[in-house]
């Protein structure tokens, strides 16, 4: 996998009283970008991005501005940039990495065949044998409705077992779950469907949802992801990634919530760290 294809972003947030812990980011500190569109400029570092209608546009006209160290791959975890991104894609950007791909119409059921009429039996003459009765046609059974998961059940335990791999290597304690986590977990890979964001739908702290499904906890990161297709492929992007492998390497964290979810195609990821 070319880390280029790939979108991972990263954030981590830390509550509680007992011990602090110091927050983990993938995201570089850069001079501030300024964002508007419908007429008005998209600047970054004086370097104009209004016409710029994908990630692919921005990444090209800054590289060529001189930013070369900015690249798809990356690209997400610069905060200074994240308003200008939104804001393309807000006004129609289709870039597969910038917009979600739409759900798909689930297959309509189809209409079951009609009994048929059985066939009369004839007036007997003499003694004759009757005619026998068909046997009605047997009823289709209706297609079921594909789910959009069908066949990734098993991702989560897998990006588990990959993570805990990692964490062996150097010398780490495993990580373990449980079923609040995992349902947190998949709470938010549903959520960055409709946002891809560290902030909910709602506009609270991804660590909001640990308290929806009570979780305790007293640090707490998040890792989210989208496009990959096997666990071992996000799991390799994470590790790839700064951020991201600090967060799946952090001494602090002893539980681990995973969180798969499919739609349009593109499979979305989320990892809850917590302790």
Known sequence: M?????????????????????????????KSASTSKNGQTLTYKNVDLSKCDSVKEVVSKLQKNGYTNITKANIGNIKSLEDILATIKENGATNNNCTP??????????????????????TPTTKPTPTTKPTPTT????TTTPSTNTGINSYASEVLRLVNVERAKAGLSALTTNTNLTAAANKRAQEIVQSFSHTRPNGSSFSSVLKDYSVSYRAAGENIAYGQKTPQEVVTAWMNSPGHRANILNTNYNKLGVGVYQSGGTIYWSQEFTN
């Open 2 to 30: 070319q880390a280029s294809t790939k979108k991972v972003v990263n954030k981590a947030k830390k509550s509680g009283k007992k011990k602090k812990v110091a927050k983990k980011t993938a995201t570089p500190k850069v």
């Open 101 to 122: 791909t739409t759900k798909p119409v689930p297959t309509t059921k189809p209409t079951p065949t009609t009994k048929p009429t059985p066939t009369t039996k004839p």
């Open 139 to 142: 009823k289709p059974t209706p």
